[in-house]
């Protein structure tokens, strides 16, 4: 079981396409409610012992006291395109502090430099860029009903918000299509509403909606647009489809729209996610499929800690230049393998080409992803 105690994410963007100019859980979206479950992964997990949570009955989560957790990740990406070597260290710490059972407050930050040769080239040379990616308080209200308000992620497609972290995503480049309707950084400024609850036994339901203000402050940057996604999930195939739409009440007043799919078939390590986006900006798809060994008939032992993924992608210019996508017509494809140490270590590796009307050219990277949790005091069961 994979469980993501941030289950959310975004920054600003760059270079699009790879993240070693910007390299970015599976989210919880199984859940009656993504922000529920994610709270309740802090206290069953960090905030009471061990053996409170292997019982055999259900927990009374009423009468748990919940703690503060840290969490941050930390990378060190290589990235290669077109020849030009990229070297990516990135700090990313995440912060939750539950203030009684339902009020929680979660923050992340970014902290990365693009580090490329000099004109001269002599060593490499960069900036330290800072991003507040999201910093939000969260109302629990029901299992089916979370208000939150403040600077949150867009909840556009699945990919900004449940993959784009570091030690979360297979390969470290960013799809082609991540910005469209995701706002300048990825992140809007305002009041979201999101939940989840049951259709029928075999049928779940998430959504999620919101209206954004205009904000043109450093790091906190925003659009003024509202928008929604919502998502079926089906447990027993464990596949989910859904779809996002959003409109700008600003400038153009142009819409966004946009779909996604998501299979982990049972008894399997194969993940097979999907998102196509459209906007006056642009258009396009992308298709990754990533599978882990354990299951390998040969070299099991050894071959249980690879994990092969593999992305498609095409994009295709709108009528409206956007200058974080692609200015020309452009397909890639890009293949990775990746190795987990454990299950918060791991070295990251893909080869990819990358093909546009005005030139090819290659795209390798390397590089170590590392992930820390820790709670900020003891929890107990009352």
């Known amino acids: 079981?994979?469980?993501?105690?941030?289950?959310?994410s975004g920054t600003s963007r760059k270079k699009p396409g790879v993240r070693g100019s910007r390299i970015r859980p599976i989210g919880i979206t199984r859940a009656a409610s993504q922000m529920a479950m994610r709270c309740l992964a802090v206290l069953c997990l960090l905030g009471i012992p061990a053996v409170a949570c292997a019982q055999s009955e259900p927990l009374?989560?009423?009468?748990?006291?919940?703690?503060?957790?840290?969490?941050?990740?930390?990378?060190?990406?290589?990235a290669f395109q077109g020849g030009t070597?990229?070297?990516?260290?990135?700090?990313?710490?995440?912060?939750?502090?539950?203030?009684?059972?339902?009020w929680l407050i979660e923050s992340r930050d970014t902290f990365e430099s693009d580090l490329a040769p000099p004109p001269d080239g002599i060593g490499?040379?960069?900036?330290?860029?800072?991003?507040?990616?999201?910093?939000?308080?969260d109302y629990i209200a029901n299992p089916y009903l979370t208000v939150t308000v403040g600077r949150f992620l867009t909840p556009f497609g699945i990919f900004n918000e449940r993959l784009y972290p570091i030690w979360i995503r297979?390969?470290?480049?960013?799809?082609?299509?991540?910005?469209i309707a995701t706002g300048p950084s990825g992140a809007q400024t305002g009041a979201m509403l999101r939940g989840g609850f049951s259709i029928t036994p075999r049928v779940?339901?998430?959504?999620?909606?919101?209206?954004?203000?205009?904000?043109?402050?450093?790091?906190?940057?925003?659009?003024?647009?509202?928008?929604?996604?919502?998502?079926?999930?089906?447990?027993?195939?464990?596949?989910?489809?859904?779809?996002?739409?959003?409109?700008?009440?600003?400038?153009?007043?142009?819409?966004?729209?946009?779909?996604?799919?998501?299979?982990?078939?049972?008894?399997?390590?194969l993940d097979l996610r999907a998102e196509y986006a459209r906007s006056h900006n642009g258009s396009g798809y992308w298709i990754e499929p990533a599978y882990k060994l354990t299951n390998a008939p040969i070299w099991r032992h050894e071959l249980r800690h690879v994990q092969l993924v593999g992305r498609m992608q095409q994009f295709f210019t709108g009528t409206v230049?956007?200058?974080?996508?692609?200015?020309?017509?452009?397909?890639?494809?890009?293949?990775?393998?990746?190795?987990?140490?454990?299950?918060?270590?791991?070295?990251?590796?893909?080869?990819?080409?990358q093909f546009a009307t005005g030139g090819n050219e290659n795209v390798w990277t390397l590089g170590l992803t590392y992930r820390v949790a820790l709670p900020l005091g003891h929890g107990d069961v009352q």
């Open 1 to 8: 079981m994979r469980l993501d105690l941030e289950g959310t």
């Open 60 to 78: 009374d989560f009423d009468n748990i006291k919940p703690v503060p957790v840290f969490s941050a990740g930390v990378g060190f990406i290589t």
């Open 85 to 102: 070597p990229n070297l990516d260290p990135l700090v990313s710490p995440v912060i939750l502090v539950p203030l009684g059972q339902n």
């Open 124 to 137: 490499y040379k960069g900036v330290l860029e800072k991003e507040v990616d999201y910093l939000q308080v």
């Open 170 to 179: 297979d390969l470290q480049s960013d799809p082609l299509i991540l910005p």
């Open 204 to 269: 779940e339901m998430n959504y999620a909606t919101y209206f954004s203000t205009l904000s043109t402050i450093n790091r906190i940057d925003s659009d003024r647009d509202a928008g929604f996604r919502t998502g079926l999930f089906f447990p027993g195939p464990r596949v989910e489809i859904g779809g996002s739409f959003q409109h700008l009440l600003q400038d153009d007043h142009s819409n966004a729209f946009g779909f996604h799919f998501e299979w982990q078939p049972p008894s399997t390590s």
């Open 321 to 353: 230049v956007d200058d974080d996508l692609p200015v020309l017509n452009t397909n890639m494809f890009e293949f990775g393998m990746n190795y987990y140490f454990r299950d918060d270590i791991r070295f990251v590796s893909s080869y990819g080409r």
